[in-house]
Nanobody, 126 residues
Framework: QVQLVESGGGLVQAGGSLRLSCAAS????????MGWFRQAPGKERELVAA????????LYQDSVKGRFTISRDNAKNTVYLQMNSLKPEDTAVYYC???????????????????WGQGTQVTVSS
């Protein structure tokens, strides 16, 4: 079973930065595509960014392009989300997700992801 544990959330002022980390407890981390999703109160869960198993393909929601960067370290079983120039509308619970996939295709459709973390709160004050 895959367990995902997010960390790095918190309270930050608008324009600030945070780096989220997601540690996976699985031997074959390199066989999983990874995604970061977020859910704000009263809204549906949405893709933030996703990355394929090798890190060679990425996908971003339009609203975070140029501000957020997803990356992974397969030797450390960890995926990261560097968030810069944060805005109040980025406030949400951020979830890490894993999907068994060894292709270059990256999907942003949440039901495609089999494993989910418990989430970490990111709050951006204006």
């Amino acid at each position: 079973q895959v367990q995902l544990v997010e960390s790095g959330g918190g309270l930050v002022q608008a324009g600030g930065s945070l780096r989220l980390s997601c540690a996976a407890s699985v031997r074959t981390f390199g066989s999983y595509a990874m995604g970061w999703f977020r859910q704000a109160p009263g809204k549906e869960r949405e893709l933030v960014a996703a990355i394929n198993w090798s890190g060679g393909s990425t996908l971003y929601q339009d609203s975070v392009k140029g501000r957020f960067t997803i990356s992974r370290d397969n030797a450390k079983n960890t995926v990261y989300l560097q968030m810069n120039s944060l805005k109040p509308e980025d406030t949400a619970v951020y979830y890490c997700a894993a999907r068994w996939s060894q292709t270059t295709v990256v999907t942003g459709w949440a039901p495609n992801y089999e494993h989910w973390g418990q989430g970490t709160q990111v709050t951006v004050s204006s």
